[in-house]
């Protein structure tokens, strides 16, 4: 079983053992992720209310949350509050080749990502001499994500995971 470090949850790695490394951590997050995804490959999408999923919403554009739309909801329900409402059955194929765009940048900024499909925590702890200005090397890293991608994503930073998401979700969308 790997070590974790008691501060930021990441793993510790040989030879960081007994530094005192000041914690940082970087929640990034791809803003309605299936749906923006959705909306990119078919530009007639844009601006309507979109959802993806079957059954019930897995994820849904900005312009269905605008009408109470959110992930977890049946579809009939969305349907009923959104009779507008573009509902695709998703590719899954497509949605982890983007996340894989992002990972791929991710792991360009720190060697310890952590991966889910649609978000990553990036280990940031000992870059100060890279990244003297955090908030700025994180507006480049969402640029970089958007210039690969043409999705936007949510950053934020924090001593710990559970902070670095908060902060995100804090300054949604985008």
């Given at each position: 079983?790997?070590?974790?470090c008691?501060?930021?949850?990441?793993?510790?790695?040989?030879?960081w053992?007994?530094?005192?490394m000041?914690?940082?951590?970087?929640?990034i997050?791809?803003?309605?992720?299936?749906?923006?995804?959705?909306?990119?490959?078919?530009?007639?999408?844009?601006?309507?209310?979109?959802?993806?999923?079957?059954?019930?919403?897995?994820?849904?554009?900005?312009?269905?949350?605008q009408?109470?739309?959110?992930?977890?909801m049946?579809?009939?329900?969305a349907l009923?509050?959104?009779?507008?409402?573009?509902?695709?059955?998703?590719?899954?194929?497509?949605?982890r080749c983007?996340?894989?765009?992002l990972?791929?940048?991710?792991h360009?900024w720190?060697p310890l990502?952590e991966?889910?499909?649609d978000?990553?925590?990036?280990?940031?702890?000992?870059?100060e001499?890279?990244?003297?200005?955090?908030?700025?090397?994180?507006?480049?890293?969402?640029?970089?994500?958007?210039?690969?991608?043409g999705?936007?994503v949510?950053?934020?930073?924090g001593r710990?995971?559970?902070?670095?998401?908060?902060?995100?979700?804090?300054?949604?969308?985008?």
């Amino acid at each position: 079983m790997t070590n974790r470090c008691s501060l930021c949850c990441f793993p510790d790695p040989e030879g960081w053992k007994g530094t005192l490394m000041r914690p940082l951590v970087l929640h990034i997050d791809i803003d309605a992720f299936f749906a923006s995804v959705e909306q990119l490959r078919n530009p007639r999408l844009a601006n309507h209310p979109v959802a993806v999923g079957s059954g019930v919403i897995a994820s849904c554009s900005y312009e269905a949350r605008q009408h109470g739309l959110h992930a977890g909801m049946p579809l009939g329900k969305a349907l009923r509050r959104c009779p507008s409402l573009i509902i695709i059955r998703g590719h899954e194929a497509v949605y982890r080749c983007y996340a894989a765009r992002l990972f791929e940048i991710c792991h360009r900024w720190s060697p310890l990502v952590e991966e889910h499909l649609d978000e990553a925590y990036c280990d940031l702890s000992g870059t100060e001499r890279l990244y003297p200005e955090p908030e700025k090397s994180v507006t480049q890293l969402r640029q970089e994500v958007a210039s690969a991608t043409g999705l936007t994503v949510t950053a934020g930073l924090g001593r710990n995971r559970m902070f670095a998401r908060l902060i995100g979700k804090f300054h949604k969308p985008d």
